[in-house]
């Protein structure tokens, strides 16, 4: 029996355990149970043996065997290209879409995950061949922290201020504060929006946090997660009822409007704030400034494009 | 063949400032017109805009 065989087996069970505590299924329902689960389970059995292997393979002066992990890399580039076909395909189903950056997201998402789990199996591999099994774990557990960090991104609460303003009309426009949504033509379906209709403002915190919620990917996601969330009061055939996020061109402030089933503002609140800043959205115009105008601390706090209460 | 980003319809209750180049539908009163645009907004996957006091469009977007 092969030496390295107790390091490798330690390597791949690491690998899968980190695959499996990254493998959440939260109210967005993905991966759904049961298949999607043993795709994403499989296919991080497969990163995790490869990363162990390619220890002992490297110990052993096998250099060539290495490519194998630019086999992985093209693999795990196809897990992006599945995934991201499979939410394309199934967004033209949902009654509020994700949209396409919050899909690109999310397959970015499960492409990167398959990297953490090489990179746990291969540092647990090292560590139990050069130390002990408890040096080991504590590797395992480091790396495990590394990868919850890696993949938890930024909330929307963290660049926005959230407020709930009710919505309103003016003749037949729709309006959130002063923010114009949309024209609704109907009497009824104006009535409806009243009973049924929520209104939110974002007021970004600095002029970054404006860029990035200007963005329309960003918007839709935070419609989706907020009509997955709490329910929609919709169906096909009534698009008047589609929920919608517009900005104020004077101040980059967001109106969202919704109808949800279960009208609860502190839940909505609390689900818009937790709604994940996408990678593909976050814009740093202030870092140009920085680098045009040498170091400096502010992060666009003091921006003079950014909203101000009238008050102060 | 899904038609996208179009006016669908108009309805009316002024025959002389009906648009040409699309189904009108020319109604008696705001009522008439009201109801006529809850079934046309269901039936084309519209949403009905206001745009005057005598005209409505349906608007696919």
Same mark, same amino acid.
């Given at each position: 029996?092969?030496?390295?065989?107790?390091?490798?087996?330690?390597?791949?069970?690491?690998?899968?355990?980190?695959?499996?505590?990254?493998?959440?299924?939260?109210?967005?329902?993905?991966?759904?149970?049961?298949?999607?689960?043993?795709?994403?389970?499989?296919?991080?059995?497969?990163?995790?043996?490869?990363?162990?292997?390619?220890?002992?393979?490297?110990?052993?002066?096998?250099?060539?065997?290495?490519?194998?992990?630019?086999?992985?890399?093209?693999?795990?580039?196809?897990?992006?290209?599945?995934?991201?076909?499979?939410?394309?395909?199934?967004?033209?189903?949902?009654?509020?879409?994700?949209?396409?950056?919050?899909?690109?997201?999310?397959?970015?998402?499960?492409?990167?995950?398959?990297?953490?789990?090489?990179?746990?199996?291969?540092?647990?591999?090292?560590?139990?061949?050069?130390?002990?099994?408890?040096?080991?774990?504590?590797?395992?557990?480091?790396?495990?922290?590394?990868? @919850?960090?890696?993949?938890?991104? =930024?909330?929307?609460? /963290?660049?926005? !201020?959230?407020?709930?303003?009710? &919505? %309103?009309? $003016?003749?037949?426009?729709?309006?959130?504060?002063?923010?114009?949504?949309?024209?609704?033509?109907?009497?009824?379906?104006?009535?409806?929006?009243?009973?049924?209709?929520?209104?939110?403002?974002?007021?970004?915190?600095?002029?970054?946090?404006?860029?990035?919620?200007?963005?329309?990917?960003?918007?839709?996601?935070?419609?989706?997660?907020?009509?997955?969330?709490?329910?929609?009061?919709?169906?096909?055939?009534?698009?008047?009822?589609?929920?919608?996020?517009?900005?104020?061109?004077?101040?980059?402030?967001?109106?969202?409007?919704?109808?949800?089933?279960?009208?609860?503002?502190?839940?909505?609140?609390?689900?818009?704030?937790?709604?994940?800043?996408?990678?593909?959205?976050?814009?740093?115009?202030?870092? @140009?400034?920085?680098?045009?105008? =040498?170091?400096?601390? /502010?992060?666009? !706090?003091?921006?003079?494009?950014? &909203? %101000?209460? $009238?008050?102060? | 063949?899904?038609?996208?980003?179009?006016?669908?319809?108009?309805?009316?209750?002024?025959?002389?400032?009906?648009?040409?180049?699309?189904?009108?539908?020319?109604?008696?009163?705001?009522?008439?017109?009201?109801?006529?645009?809850?079934?046309?907004?269901?039936?084309?996957?519209?949403?009905?805009?206001?745009?005057?006091?005598?005209?409505?469009?349906?608007?696919?977007?």
């Amino acid at each position: 029996m092969s030496i390295y065989i107790y390091p490798v087996l330690f390597g791949i069970t690491c690998g899968l355990i980190a695959r499996l505590i990254m493998l959440r299924t939260d109210y967005r329902q993905y991966p759904t149970y049961l298949h999607g689960k043993i795709i994403h389970i499989s296919l991080g059995f497969i990163a995790a043996v490869l990363g162990a292997v390619s220890v002992p393979a490297l110990i052993e002066e096998n250099i060539t065997a290495v490519t194998f992990l630019t086999v992985a890399a093209s693999q795990f580039r196809e897990v992006r290209n599945m995934e991201r076909n499979t939410l394309k395909q199934m967004d033209g189903f949902e009654l509020v879409s994700r949209g396409d950056t919050y899909i690109e997201g999310i397959a970015l998402a499960f492409e990167s995950r398959n990297y953490l789990v090489i990179f746990t199996s291969i540092v647990t591999t090292i560590a139990f061949i050069f130390t002990n099994l408890y040096i080991s774990l504590g590797a395992m557990v480091l790396c495990i922290v590394i990868a @919850r960090v890696l993949m938890d991104g =930024g909330k929307i609460k /963290d660049i926005c !201020e959230i407020e709930y303003v009710k &919505p %309103h009309f $003016e003749g037949s426009g729709l309006y959130i504060d002063n923010i114009y949504i949309m024209n609704i033509g109907l009497a009824k379906r104006r009535e409806d929006i009243l009973r049924y209709g929520m209104g939110f403002i974002l007021k970004p915190k600095n002029f970054n946090a404006m860029t990035t919620i200007a963005n329309l990917g960003q918007r839709q996601a935070i419609l989706y997660d907020i009509s997955t969330s709490l329910g929609i009061f919709r169906d096909s055939g009534t698009p008047a009822l589609t929920p919608l996020a517009k900005r104020d061109l004077k101040d980059g402030r967001v109106a969202i409007f919704v109808l949800p089933q279960h009208r609860d503002i502190k839940r909505a609140i609390e689900i818009i704030g937790n709604t994940p800043t996408l990678e593909n959205a976050i814009r740093l115009p202030s870092e @140009r400034k920085k680098h045009e105008e =040498g170091d400096s601390d /502010d992060n666009g !706090e003091n921006d003079p494009r950014l &909203p %101000h209460d $009238e008050s102060s | 063949m899904t038609m996208e980003k179009m006016i669908l319809a108009c309805l009316t209750t002024n025959p002389r400032k009906a648009p040409a180049g699309l189904a009108v539908f020319y109604c008696d009163s705001k009522e008439e017109m009201e109801q006529m645009g809850a079934v046309l907004e269901a039936v084309l996957d519209g949403i009905a805009h206001a745009i005057h006091e005598e005209i409505t469009i349906i608007v696919r977007h």
